[in-house]
């Protein structure tokens, strides 16, 4: 069980905004910075936001994200196909003395 | 441009050890630590651990504290991930990733995974 909880799925047709949240503790997510990842299987992770909202340069505006309390929440606006990925959190936990994943949100692109 | 190249896939016996290898180029590696992410198959991403490639600090995640070793040689930019008295659960694609100097904090590199295959 995930100490970071993240919804197993999420879908949405393309153009439509959808949103992934993340919800922890105050030891982890109301303590620290999180970072958000998209993952498709079998290749490299990409860091699309780090310190709760900001983006890598070349990460577009469409991924965004903001912090209330100990969650979190990924928004992708104007959904692509390509968008269709694994989609993680990510925190220090100061009670575990670990970096925790959240378990990880699948996103469909109806 | 910052490349991290980790070593080729790795099939082990139960019991054996594993040394994984990550050569960073293209930005000081001395100005950043390399942490280790693993996905089992069918699971989510899973932290292991980080190493300061500056002063060689490191955290590791209980899970795999007794078993795991993370080492940087700054003469050829290359950190190194071993783990020791391998399980069936430790079959995984291992990833290193670029982290922050002092601490863990986000990864913005990663490499492109080692696939370990740990069999009896």
């Known amino acids: 069980q995930n100490v970071l909880t993240q919804p197993p799925s999420v879908s949405a047709a393309p153009g439509q905004r959808v949103t992934i949240s993340c919800s922890g503790s105050?030891?982890?997510?109301?303590?620290?910075?999180v970072s958000w990842y998209q993952h498709l299987p079998g290749t490299a992770p990409k860091l699309l936001l780090y310190?709760?909202?900001k983006r890598p340069s070349g990460i577009p505006d469409r991924f965004s994200g903001s912090k209330s309390g100990t969650s979190v929440t990924l928004v992708i606006t104007g959904l692509q196909t390509g968008d269709e990925a694994d989609y993680y959190c990510?925190?220090?936990?100061?009670?575990?003395?670990?970096?925790?994943f959240g378990g990880g949100t699948k996103l469909t692109v109806l | 441009q910052v490349q991290l190249v980790q070593s080729g896939p790795e099939v082990k016996k139960t019991g054996a050890s594993v040394k994984v290898s990550c050569k960073a180029s293209?930005?000081?590696?001395?100005?950043?630590?390399i942490s280790w992410v693993r996905q089992a198959p069918g699971q989510g991403l899973e932290w292991m651990g980080w190493?300061?490639?500056?002063?060689?600090?490191?955290s590791y995640a209980q899970k795999v504290q007794n078993r795991v070793t993370m080492t940087t040689d700054t003469s050829t930019t290359t950190a190194y991930m071993e783990l020791r008295s391998l399980r069936s659960d430790d079959t995984a694609v291992y990833y290193c990733?670029?982290?922050?100097?002092?601490?863990?904090?986000?990864?913005?590199?990663w490499g492109q995974g080692s696939l370990v295959t740990v069999s009896s």
């Open positions: 190493i300061s490639a500056y002063n060689g600090d490191t």
């Open positions: 293209g930005y000081t590696f001395i100005g950043y630590g």
């Open positions: 105050s030891s982890n997510i109301g303590y620290n910075f």
């Open positions: 990733a670029r982290d922050y100097q002092t601490a863990p904090y986000f990864f913005d590199y």
């Open positions: 990510v925190t220090w936990d100061r009670s575990l003395s670990v970096m925790l």
């Open positions: 310190d709760n909202t």
